[in-house]
């Protein structure tokens, strides 16, 4: 379950991050949160950096945020993913989702740099610095939580409700809009 306080406290226009990043969005779905700020001019390529807060699906679960340049919905997203290590640690991995079927941990089409996680009061928040190809006014983006990781392998997301709803079109230079239709 959700920690309501934990939520409220990160959302847009409170909590530590407020004021480090030039955007925020409270995404419509799994009480997520994500902040960027968005560098078309910086050199050699555009920059995107996110913080993305989300609470676990469960006490050892993950939370992720990925882009998908080419469809809206789970099948094309380029994902950041973490989770807690068996050392108590956090990490982000990152995975080229290429089927509904099972992830594994890929490359994926953006370089990332400043990849961390923390956890604090139920809710574990990704940071990253994306590299974009070229300049871009949006782009699709999907957020996730899930239930659990085993032996460094997430385990499936839920399939019904807000699970399957969890993407939208993100304005680099303004907010994000949510989408009308499943992410499946």
Same mark, same amino acid.
């Not at 009480?31 to 609470?55: C, D, E, K, Q």
């Given at each position: 379950l959700l920690n309501s306080a934990a939520v409220l406290s990160q959302r847009c226009g409170s909590g530590d991050l407020a004021g480090k990043y030039t955007h925020c969005e409270d995404l419509p779905t799994l009480?997520?949160?994500?902040?960027?700020?968005?560098?078309? /001019?910086?050199?050699?390529?555009?920059?995107?950096?996110? =913080?993305?807060?989300?609470?676990?699906?469960?006490?050892?679960?993950? &939370? /992720?945020?990925?882009?998908?340049?080419? =469809?809206?919905?789970?099948?094309?997203t380029q994902a950041l993913l973490a989770f807690k290590t068996s050392s108590g640690s956090f990490t982000v991995k990152t995975y080229n989702i290429t089927t509904k079927?099972?992830?594994?941990?890929?490359?994926?089409?953006?370089? &990332?740099?400043? *990849? %961390?996680? *923390?956890? %604090?009061g139920g809710l574990t928040t990704i940071f990253a610095t994306l590299g974009l190809p070229q300049p871009i006014a949006s782009i699709n983006h999907v957020w996730q939580v899930g239930p659990s990781v085993v032996s460094g392998a997430p385990q499936q997301h839920a399939t019904n409700g807000e699970n399957l709803n969890s993407f939208g079109t993100l304005a680099l230079q303004g907010t994000?809009?949510?989408?009308?239709?499943?992410?499946?």
């Open positions: 009480g997520a949160t994500l902040r960027w700020n968005y560098t078309p /001019a910086a050199s050699p390529n555009p920059t995107l950096s996110v =913080a993305f807060t989300a609470a676990p699906a469960g006490s050892d679960g993950w &939370v /992720a945020w990925g882009l998908n340049p080419v =469809a809206q919905g789970m099948v094309g079927a099972g992830i594994t941990e890929s490359p994926i089409l953006y370089g &990332v740099s400043n *990849q %961390s996680a *923390q956890s %604090s994000a809009t949510p989408s009308g239709s499943p992410s499946g």
